[in-house]
């Protein structure tokens, strides 16, 4: 998503989800900062074992302000 996207929404102090790739390392540092320094306001996590393959999926929700 265009950072300028993310800025209008923020900015609007509406909600939302982002997916982080591993490739951006600026990102990925503020959102474990942001992690790191508050508790979850929610958490879910889902273990699946299909095709042989144990998966998780995970959202931890933050307030980002």
């Known amino acids: 998503m265009p950072k300028k996207t993310v800025d209008t ?6 909600h ?21 320094e508050q508790n979850p306001l929610d958490i879910h996590r889902e273990e699946k074992r299909s095709n042989g393959y144990e998966n998780e999926w995970f959202v931890d929700v933050f307030a980002a302000y």
């Open 9 to 14: 929404i923020v900015n609007g102090q509406n």
């Open 16 to 36: 939302y989800v982002l997916a982080l790739k591993g490739n951006q390392p600026k990102l990925r540092a503020e959102v474990e900062h942001i992690a790191a």
